[in-house]
């Protein structure tokens, strides 16, 4: 009976997606996201993930909403090599030329998008 209760419970909340809240650092995000970084040779995420994140399905993961700190973990993966799933590693490159804070900047800005 209470596992019921727990159940019907949690099924009737509603999500609350985290926002972030520094506007600098999604004013940055989305500058990276969408233009890429030409000085370091960052491309726009949007030309392989999409405009809205929504990702491209057996291409490009879906960034839109995803939590930051996964976001942020799995670049910094990518970048030392402790990621390597992808495909003529695409992401190892890109993640090595951006730095912490660039990282840290799309992830709060794909967190975001809807």
């Given at each position: ?15 609350k ?5 520094d ?5 940055a ?6 233009g ?23 291409l ?13 973990s ?41």
């Amino acid at each position: 009976d209470d596992m019921l209760n727990l159940a019907a419970y949690f099924s009737a909340q509603q999500p609350k997606p985290r926002q972030a809240k520094d506007a600098s650092l999604i004013a940055a995000g989305q500058k990276i996201y969408k233009g890429g970084n030409a000085g370091s040779g960052v491309p726009a995420c949007a030309s392989c993930h999409g405009p809205s994140g929504a990702g491209i399905p057996s291409l490009f993961p879906r960034l839109a909403g995803q939590h930051s700190k996964y976001v942020l973990s799995q670049l910094k993966n990518f970048r030392s090599g402790d990621r390597v799933n992808d495909g003529g590693k695409m992401m190892q490159v890109i993640a090595k030329k951006m730095t912490d804070q660039e990282m840290k900047a799309v992830a709060e800005y794909v967190n975001g998008l809807r």
